[in-house]
């Protein structure tokens, strides 16, 4: 059971425009939520979270959205840069926080 | 500088041998994970230890076996019994009651031929 999805393997931007991430959910349990960007051979690094108190959270460039009711979450990149070209994952986790769910990951190439 | 150390970072078995796999930590973080990764599949939990000589089995712990003698390392044996070990693993720790903070391992890729 894929408690955390995220439904496009792959997204190709243009530079400068904006890229948008996806992510859904099925467990209700999850009152965190994370973005992590990974490239290859390398461990993950942390970009921005969101609990499930808030809607919106902002970090430069990078802008996190979650609708509760729809169980969705989405990252926006703006604006894109070639250096952004990397897998991104979305994680989720209850409060207590003891594991982190992960989605299957998305390839974002940003296009010069 | 505190921080995850995983080794070696490329590892070649023949089928049926056991491999161990390392993870340290100099952060004095209680908790540690193991995760896997495949393509298309995203980071799958493998085992996870909240504290010293605990641990608990996370979604695909089959084939796999941990300890967590001394907080700062927690080691995967990948046994024969599983069936597809080819894969790129990553450790993971943070602390315990914290919801963030989690830090990674560069990971280990570890081919079984």
């Known amino acids: 059971d894929q408690q955390v999805k995220q439904n496009s393997p792959s997204l190709s931007v243009q530079e400068g425009r904006i890229s948008i991430l996806n992510c859904d959910y099925t467990?209700?349990?999850?009152?965190?939520f994370l973005w992590y960007k990974k490239y290859p051979a390398e461990g993950p690094t942390f970009l921005i979270s969101?609990?499930?108190?808030?809607d919106k959270n902002e970090d430069g460039r990078f802008t996190v959205f979650l609708n509760k009711s729809a169980k969705h979450l989405s990252l926006h990149i703006v604006p894109s840069q070639p250096g952004d070209s990397a897998v991104y994952f979305c994680?989720?986790?209850?409060?207590?926080?003891?594991?982190?769910?992960f989605g299957e990951g998305t390839q974002l190439t940003v296009n010069p | 500088d505190g921080g995850i150390t995983q080794s070696p970072k490329y590892l070649f078995r023949k089928e049926g041998q056991n491999v161990t796999l390392s993870c340290e930590q100099n952060?004095?973080?209680?908790?540690m994970y193991w995760y896997r990764q495949d393509p298309g599949q995203g980071l799958r939990l493998i085992y996870y230890?909240?504290?010293?000589?605990?641990?608990q089995k996370g979604d695909i712990a089959e084939g796999y076996s941990v300890s967590r003698e001394k907080k700062e390392s927690f080691p995967l044996t990948v046994t024969s019994a599983q069936k597809n070990p080819t894969a790129f693993y990553l450790c993971?720790?943070?602390?315990?009651?914290?919801?963030?903070?989690?830090?990674f391992g560069s990971g280990t890729r570890l081919t079984v031929v």
């Open positions: 230890s909240q504290i010293v000589n605990d641990f």
């Open positions: 994680a989720a986790t209850p409060s207590g926080g003891s594991r982190l769910t």
């Open positions: 467990n209700s349990m999850f009152d965190y």
């Open positions: 969101i609990s499930s108190i808030k």
């Open positions: 952060l004095n973080h209680d908790a």
């Open positions: 993971a720790s943070k602390e315990r009651d914290r919801v963030y903070g989690y830090t």
